[in-house]
């Protein structure tokens, strides 16, 4: 069916299941940088303050 090799993919995945499947693959291989350092504590911090001048903006 395929020209291209097979990438142990499901039985009738579309060519776009497939390349969104090989896309997730890719970014999950990538490093991801340490979580819970100080950019995103301070990132936390800068939302909380700002949150409660903006009582439309919950979640």
Same mark, same amino acid.
């Given at each position: 069916?395929?020209?291209?090799? $097979?990438?142990?993919?499901?039985?009738?995945e579309t060519p776009i299941?497939? /390349? *969104?499947? *090989?896309?997730? $693959?890719? *970014?999950? /291989? &990538?490093?991801?940088?340490?979580? +819970? +350092?100080?950019?995103?504590?301070?990132? /936390? $911090? $800068?939302?909380?303050?700002?949150? &409660?001048?903006?009582?439309?903006?919950?979640?």
């Open positions: 069916m395929n020209d291209t090799p $097979a990438d142990d993919g499901p039985e009738g299941q497939r /390349a *969104l499947r *090989l896309k997730k $693959a890719t *970014l999950d /291989a &990538k490093p991801k940088p340490p979580r +819970g +350092g100080r950019f995103q504590r301070e990132q /936390a $911090a $800068a939302h909380q303050s700002s949150s &409660k001048s903006k009582p439309w903006m919950g979640r």
